[in-house]
Every structure is written in C-alpha cells, then in structure tokens.
C-alpha cells in the first residue's frame, strides 16, 4: 500500500527536550517536505529536500534540522531553540518538480 | 509577504449550490497552482491543479479557473455537498523554486444540508 507514513500521530515532550518527527515514503518521490501548520497561519515550509543527501531550508527552518540519508525517509528533529514548538506537523512528497506533493497524516506535537 | 492569498477565512454554502473558493498571487513566476482539501487533524489531499498555459481545468465537481492577467484563480464547487465540508488551500509552484509548494491561508467550507 502505497503513501507517506508519518508516526507517532500524537507526541507529548517536555520544554527543552530535543523531538524527532518520523517521516517515509515508498512512493519512490524524489522531493520530500516538512509542512507546519498553526491556527489561521496556513501551511509554512519548513525544510524540503529534491534528492538524497541534500536539503534547503524553508521559511521557517530556525529551531529545525532534517537529515536525507535514503531517498524513502526525512525525518525533522525540533531542537530546543524552537521557540514556538506546539503545532501540527506535516510532511510531503513528489515526484518530481511541478507536480503535486502528496501528504501524510501529521503529528501534532505539544509541547509542555 | 504572503505571495499566494486567501482572503475569505470561511464560506458558507447550501447544499445543491455552486461554491466559489477564491486565491490571489503576488509572484508573476508562478507557473503551476494546486487546491488541496483539509479535514482537522489530516493531512491535505489533493484536489485539483492548472498549469499557467491554461485558464480552466475540469474534474468532475471540480474547476479551477486561472487569470494570469489578475494573478486570481478560483476553485468551483458544483454541485456543493456536505461532504465537501473541509478547509480548502491554495497552494502555487514556481518562482524561482519549482519544488517549494507556497500556501495559503485557507478557506474553510462549510456545506448546508
């Protein structure tokens, strides 16, 4: 069954604590994005990556770090110098550029 | 500067009625725009999209209208169904990036039975 795997659904952390955010795909998309979503802000991009082993930033990437060591998997870490860390995090993909990007199901991450 | 904009945050509509989600854009390099639906705490599924070589794109219930010239498009819905009940984002590929999607704010939907 085809699609993008994001886990866990929910995640609990306490104030401080470094969180890593898992995302796979086995669509064999070469482009991959990490998407925060906030209450009447939208969808802004976090990091995205066109092939392995490379990554850019987005418009928000301070507080941020990804890694793209295989083209199925681009997990996002939020560190503890996110200032706002609580939100509902979505990750993408696509297959190339140009084309749509497919999304999985978020994690709503709350911090405490 | 938000380049792609939603400026209705909601909608609401009578079930068996057209609605009409509509989208501005800043960027001129914007080539290529996309609708995704949103359900709360779900991811965004795609809807529908049109290249800029095009003014109108069809799929079923769904159109999209684009208007270079005004940098606007439209999403129409027809006929509305319940279902149809969800947050709708505009979303536009291009400028300078083809692979960095910018969004909207959002318009949420709301169908009347």
């Known amino acids: 069954d085809g699609g993008i795997t994001q886990s866990p659904k929910y995640l609990f952390r306490k104030e401080g604590q470094n969180v890593t955010l898992s995302c796979e795909q086995n669509?064999?998309?070469?482009?991959m994005y990490w998407y925060r979503q906030d209450p009447g802000q939208g969808l802004r991009l976090i990091y995205y990556?066109?092939?392995?082993?490379?990554?850019q930033k987005g418009d928000i990437a301070e507080g941020y770090s990804v890694s793209r060591e295989k083209k199925e998997s681009f997990p996002l870490t939020v560190t503890s110098a996110q200032k706002n860390p609580t939100a509902f995090y979505l990750c993408?993909?696509?297959?190339?550029?140009?084309?749509?990007?497919?999304f999985g199901q978020g994690t709503r991450l709350t911090v405490v | 500067d938000q380049q792609v904009k939603q400026n209705s945050p909601s909608l609401s509509v009578q079930e068996g009625r057209i609605s009409i989600l509509n989208c501005d854009y800043t960027?001129?390099?914007?080539?290529?725009f996309l609708w995704y639906k949103k359900y709360p705490a779900e991811g965004p599924t795609f809807l529908i999209s049109?290249?800029?070589?095009?003014d109108k794109n069809e799929d079923g219930r769904f159109t999209v209208f684009l208007n270079k010239s005004a940098k606007h498009l439209s999403l129409h819905i027809v006929p509305s169904q319940p279902g149809d009940s969800a947050v709708y984002f505009c979303?536009?590929?291009?400028?300078?990036?083809?692979?960095?999607?910018?969004f909207g704010k959002g318009t949420l939907l709301t169908v009347n039975p």
């Open positions: 979303a536009a590929l291009g400028g300078g990036s083809n692979y960095k999607l910018t």
């Open positions: 993408a993909s696509s297959i190339q550029a140009n084309t749509e990007a497919f």
């Open positions: 669509l064999n998309h070469d482009a």
């Open positions: 960027n001129s390099m914007f080539d290529y």
């Open positions: 990556s066109q092939i392995v082993n490379d990554f």
């Open positions: 049109i290249s800029s070589i095009k």
